[in-house]
């Protein structure tokens, strides 16, 4: 079965440089999520899209963007980076209603900031 | 507020033993979901089991069972004769309709399977 594809799998920048994280959900699902999960840490909820429109923000910085295209897939746009900014990037997708509300992660982006 | 506590950090056994990791959670809503995920070394988020408000049946899956008690607002999961692969961090998460189903995750309990 697909799986929600996340490239790159690891990315290394400089700090103030910028990075684009992308996914691709599962094939039908209509929203998809963003989470942060630091070093040793839980995932955080950053930002998510229904149907390509924002749905939610969580702990988002304002240097961070992020939106869906028309199909469906995603971009997680990182601008300033900062060492704090290092972590497992996951994207997530679920098919909402008819209780189908289970979110499917991709494999993760680690990003290294140095 | 929304919230989910796993209040064992860490866990160790020995391969052959049962454990049981603890979830405790807080929410306002009537409606809401609660899962397992489980992280192995490599990162990756596999999903274990989703149970929703209303649902409050035990299942076993395996050597895996989980336990949901409304009344005392606890999803606890045992592993059944643990082995060395099980060794991974395990999240338990919270979503609420009200929340837009964006996960509240606990802090996550190392589960360590010594051979």
């Known amino acids: 079965a697909a799986g929600v594809i996340q490239s790159p799998r690891h990315l290394i920048k400089e700090k103030r440089e910028t990075a684009t994280l992308k996914c691709y959900p599962i094939?039908?699902?209509?929203?998809v999520y963003w989470y942060q999960q630091g070093p040793g840490q839980d995932p955080q909820f950053l930002i998510s899209?229904?149907?390509?429109?924002?749905?939610d923000k969580g702990s988002i910085p304002d240097r961070f963007s992020a939106q869906q295209f028309s199909d469906y897939h995603s971009e997680l746009n990182m601008s300033s980076l900062e060492l704090g900014d290092s972590a497992l990037y996951f994207c997530?997708?679920?098919?909402?209603?008819?209780?189908?509300?289970?979110?499917?992660f991709g494999p993760g982006t680690r990003l290294l900031v140095l | 507020a929304q919230k989910v506590t796993q209040a064992q950090t860490e866990i160790s056994v020995v391969e052959k033993e049962d454990v049981t990791l603890d979830c405790v959670y807080e929410?306002?809503?009537?409606?809401?979901?609660l899962f397992w995920y489980k992280q192995p070394p490599s990162g990756e988020l596999v999903f274990l089991i989703r149970?929703?408000?209303?649902?409050?049946q035990n299942e076993i899956s395996g050597r895996y069972s989980w336990n949901f008690q409304k009344s005392t607002s606890s999803f606890n999961f045992t592993i059944t004769a643990s082995q060395v692969v099980d060794s991974a961090v395990y999240f338990c998460?919270?979503?609420?309709?009200?929340?837009?189903?964006?996960?509240?995750f606990g802090t996550g309990t190392r589960l360590k399977v010594l051979a």
């Open positions: 997530a997708s679920s098919l909402v209603g008819a209780g189908k509300e289970t979110q499917y």
């Open positions: 094939p039908r699902h209509d929203t």
């Open positions: 899209f229904y149907e390509k429109m924002q749905s």
């Open positions: 929410t306002r809503d009537t409606t809401y979901y």
């Open positions: 149970r929703n408000s209303f649902d409050e």
């Open positions: 998460a919270l979503s609420e309709l009200a929340g837009t189903y964006k996960y509240i």
